[in-house]
Structure formats: structure tokens, C-alpha cells
């Protein structure tokens, strides 16, 4: 009975992290002899998507449950359209989604037979690492960045909210040399679960349609409000 309880918290852990919303550490001599500072790589990583209009890339999820001592794996595609608008589309658990439309988000657990209503700005605030990708937050205003390492194709970085740490312990973040985008995000919460979302093959500017962010109920599905 105890197992299966914990079980059914698995969702719940995989629904924090996808709002937590994506490492090698490189050597302390590279940190030394790295030209540009945390500061440079938070600039050229806003301002590459403040300028992107849309994008899609496939996403692959795990997460290291401590009360479980197991890993948690999830994939599937994600779409992202200006202004404040995505979906996380679920291969693994099939059917699963998590859709923002602008103004709520809706996270849907087909085992639950539910859909998670609350809206946007209650879900995805500044403090969360992946708002400003919706142009909810700032990242050089709402978080203290460090250099935490370096890799061939990229730089990590360690991210600290200015504010409250909004139920995380460390976020670190991959940042391509030459793209300036996001190559994975990594969370730790506060009771030491781990989860790092991967992205790759990354398209922008293919004109996402408005449709994709339409919310339909699925038949039979009860929805649950929160924050209304």
C-alpha cells in the first residue's frame, strides 16, 4: 500500500518540474581561462529569445524521485508561440499535455482522468527558470547568475532567484557557445529530487499555428481550478 501511494505522487513530482520547468562540470582551469562572463551569456540567452517569435523542439525529461530511489523518464515535443504561449506534448506518458494559451495553464494526466486548471501568471512566475520564455520574467532581473562550468559546445550556468528560491535548491542551465539557446535545464527541489529536461532539434520561426493552444476538453475528463 505504501509503494503505491508513492506511486501515485510520480505525476505530481513530473507536473513541478515541467514549472521548474531542459551536467558535466568542466574543470576549475577552464572556469579561469573562460573569455565571457555569466553576465555576457544571460544577455546573449535574453535576447535571443525575446527575439523569437516561435519555436519547436523535441524534449526528453528525467527525474531522480529520492522517496522512490528511482528515475522518472518522460519525451515528447514542445511548441512555443509569442505572446506567453506553449505546449509540452507528451509521447511518454502518452496523452499526457501541458498547455499554456496565453492567460491559463491546463496540465492534463490522462491516468487521473483530469485536467489541472490555473491561471498563467499564478503557474509561471518570475522566479521559475523557464518564464521568460512566455515574456513573463527577466532572467538578469530575477536571477544571480554564475559561470558553473564550461564544455566544448557550451556554458552552465548556476541560477539564484533574487527573491525566494520558490521551492527549488539549484537550477543549472546549458547554454549553447554558438546558438545561444538553451541546451538543458537542470532542477534540483527542495526535497532533493533532480530533474533535467534535454531539448534538441530546435526550429524557430516555422509559424506555429494559433490552434495548437486552443484548449478542448477531453471527453470525460473532470476539470480541478486552482488559484481562480
Do not use: C
Amino acid at each position: 500500500m505504501l509503494e503505491s501511494s508513492k506511486l501515485r505522487t510520480a505525476p505530481k513530482i513530473l507536473s513541478r518540474s515541467i514549472l521548474a520547468l531542459g551536467v558535466t562540470i568542466a574543470s576549475a582551469q577552464s572556469f579561469a581561462t573562460e573569455s565571457r562572463s555569466a553576465d555576457q551569456i544571460v544577455d546573449s540567452l535574453q535576447k535571443n529569445y525575446d527575439a523569437t517569435v516561435d519555436f519547436v523542439a523535441d524534449f526528453r525529461q528525467e527525474t531522480e524521485v529520492k522517496t522512490l530511489n528511482r528515475k522518472l523518464k518522460a519525451s515528447g515535443k514542445l511548441y512555443f508561440k509569442r505572446p506567453g504561449k506553449m505546449l509540452w506534448r507528451y509521447e511518454e506518458p502518452k496523452g499526457q499535455f501541458v498547455l499554456a494559451d496565453g492567460k491559463n495553464l491546463y496540465f492534463y494526466q490522462p491516468e487521473q482522468n483530469q485536467v489541472i486548471k490555473s491561471p498563467l501568471k499564478n503557474a509561471f512566475r518570475s522566479d521559475i527558470p523557464l518564464s521568460f520564455l512566455l515574456g513573463l520574467g527577466n532572467l538578469k532581473k530575477d536571477f544571480n547568475a554564475t559561470l558553473k562550468g564550461t564544455e566544448e559546445n557550451q556554458y552552465v550556468l548556476r541560477l539564484e532567484p533574487k527573491g525566494e528560491l520558490g521551492g527549488f535548491s539549484e537550477v543549472l542551465v546549458a547554454v549553447g557557445r554558438s546558438t545561444s539557446d538553451i541546451d538543458w535545464v537542470s532542477v534540483r527541489d527542495a526535497a532533493a529530487n533532480v530533474t533535467t529536461i534535454r531539448f534538441s532539434g530546435m526550429r524557430k520561426g516555422v509559424g506555429v499555428q494559433e490552434s495548437l493552444f486552443r484548449f478542448q476538453v477531453p471527453d470525460g475528463v473532470d476539470i480541478v481550478e486552482l488559484g481562480q
